[in-house]
C-alpha cells in the first residue's frame, strides 16, 4: 500500500498523523454506487465513522445519504453537501435541541429508539409546525457474532425497542398527530463477517413485515442498518469490503412490496481500509520476557484495540532489516489497556523508525481525545 515515495514523504512529516487513500476511496465508493442503483438500494453513509469534512465531501459527491447520530452530525451532514431529505437521524438519547435541528432542516426521518422519544419528537413537531417523519427502531433479537460492545440487536441492550412494545407505541402514535410513521428500522451489530446473520436478518424483518400487514400499516421505508465488517487481518487482499454478496443478500432475501425502499446505513465497511495510523517508534525497550516498541500515538489517538479489543495490522514501514523480532506495540498513555498489539512480529525494529496501524479509517480520528493531554494526530490526505 504505501511506495517508497510516499514513505519519503512519510517521512517529512510529523507523526502522528492519519493518512487516508482517497484512491482508495474512490473506488470503495464508486463499487457502493454501482450496485445501489443496480439494486435500487438507498445507503446512507453513518458518519460516526469517520467525520473528517474532505472525507464527508468524497463521500456526499456520489449521492449518499448521511445517517446521524447526533444534532451535529446532521449539520455536519448538511455543511459536507449530503441533502437534508436523504438524512436519517438515530440515536437513544436524542435531545430536545438536536430534535429542534433535525425538524428544521427538514432531515428525511427520525429512528426513534423509544416510545418516550416518539412522545417528545410529536410535541416538538407540533411546536415548529412540522410533521415528522420516523421509522421505529426494532430489535429483531437476531445474533450479529460479533464483539460484545458492538452487537446491538439483541432483546436486551439499551437500543430501540422489542416487538411486545409495539402495540403500545401504535396507539400512542394514533394520538401523535405530528408524527408520521414512514417505516421501520434495523442495526444488529458492528464488523459482521459472517453474512448469515444478514441473512437471518431479512427474514426476521419479513417476518416484522407481516405483522405491520396484518395491522393494516403500510410502511414505504425498511432500513437494515448497516454492520457489514472488514479484513483487519489482510487489508491488502480485501482492500474493499464483499459488497456484492452483503448486497445481494438483501436483493434475494428481503421481500419487498413494489412502493417500499430499502435503505442502508455503512460506516465502517466505506472508510476503514483506506485508513492508516502512522506514527513514530520513540524508544525499544526491553522488558524481562519480552521487548515493548513504544510509539508516539496511544489510544488518545486509536482506541479501538483499548476499548474493543480490536485487531489492527501492525507494519514497520521503514526497517530494512531482513531478521524479525517480536515487539508488543504500545502507546505513551499511562494505561495499561494503551497497547495496538502483543507479541507481533516486526522487521527489527528501531528508534524513529515508522509504523502503520492498518485499516484505522473507521472509528480511528473521530474517536480522538485529549487524555494526557498528548498530541492528537493530524491527518493528512494524499490521493495516490
Ligand atoms: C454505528 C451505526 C451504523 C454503522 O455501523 P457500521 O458497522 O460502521 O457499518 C449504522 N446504523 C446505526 C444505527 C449505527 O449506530
Redesign the pocket.
Known amino acids: 500500500m504505501f511506495d517508497n515515495q510516499l514513505i519519503e514523504k512519510f517521512k517529512t512529516l510529523e507523526t502522528p498523523f492519519y493518512y487516508y487513500d482517497l484512491a482508495l476511496l474512490h473506488r470503495t465508493l464508486a463499487k457502493v454506487k454501482e450496485l445501489a442503483e443496480k439494486y435500487r438500494f438507498h445507503v446512507h453513509y ?1 458518519l ?2 469517520n467525520s473528517n469534512d474532505k472525507i464527508l465531501k468524497i463521500i456526499s459527491s456520489y449521492g449518499l445519504g448521511a ?1 446521524c ?1 447526533s444534532g451535529n452530525e446532521v449539520l455536519k451532514a448538511l455543511a459536507t453537501g449530503f441533502q437534508a431529505d436523504h438524512v436519517v437521524f ?2 437513544v438519547g436524542k435531545s430536545d435541541k438536536e430534535i429542534l435541528t433535525a425538524l428544521e432542516k427538514d432531515i428525511f426521518c427520525f ?1 426513534c429508539e423509544s416510545l418516550q422519544e416518539i412522545q417528545v419528537i410529536n410535541e416538538l413537531a407540533e411546536k415548529s409546525n412540522k410533521i415528522a417523519s420516523i421509522a421505529i ?1 426494532i430489535n429483531p433479537n437476531v445474533e450479529a457474532n460479533t464483539h460484545q460492545y ?1 452487537t ?1 440487536g439483541k432483546e436486551e441492550n439499551k ?1 430501540g425497542v422489542n416487538m411486545a412494545e409495539l402495540n403500545e407505541i401504535l396507539e400512542v402514535l394514533k394520538n401523535s398527530t405530528f408524527i408520521k410513521l414512514v417505516g421501520i ?1 434495523f ?1 444488529i ?4 463477517q459472517d453474512l448469515e446473520n444478514f441473512k437471518n436478518l431479512c427474514f426476521r424483518v419479513n417476518e416484522i413485515q407481516e405483522w405491520f400487514t396484518a395491522q393494516n400499516i403500510r410502511l414505504t421505508e425498511i432500513n437494515v ?5 472488514i479484513n483487519y487481518h489482510q487489508p491488502d487482499l480485501e482492500n474493499i469490503a464483499d459488497f456484492d454478496s452483503y448486497f445481494s443478500i438483501f436483493n434475494q432475501y428481503l421481500k419487498v412490496k413494489p412502493s417500499q425502499r430499502i435503505h442502508f ?6 472508510v476503514a481500509q483506506c485508513g492508516s495510523l502512522i506514527s513514530k517508534v520513540l524508544y525499544v525497550k526491553k522488558g524481562t520476557n519480552k521487548q515493548f516498541a513504544i510509539l508516539d500515538a496511544g489510544m488518545n489517538v486509536l482506541i479501538r484495540p483499548a476499548l474493543y479489543q480490536a485487531y489492527h495490522k501492525i507494519e514497520n514501514i521503514t526497517s530494512t532489516s531482513s531478521e524479525r523480532a517480536t515487539y508488543d506495540v504500545v502507546g505513551p498513555i499511562c494505561e495499561s489497556a494503551d497497547f495496538f498489539g502483543k507479541e507481533v512480529s516486526l522487521p527489527i525494529t528501531q528508534r524513529g523508525d515508522l509504523i502503520a496501524i492498518r485499516s484505522a479509517g ?2 480511528g480520528e473521530v474517536m480522538m481525545s485529549d487524555y494526557n493531554l498528548k498530541e492528537q494526530a493530524k491527518s493528512v490526505l494524499l490521493a495516490m
Open positions: 453513518a460516526k465513522a445517517d447520530v438515530a440515536g429512528n427502531r458492538i446491538t437500543f428500522h442495526h451489530g458492528s464488523q459482521i442498518g448497516g454492520g457489514l465488517g446505513e455503512l460506516g465502517r465497511s466505506i473507521a472509528y
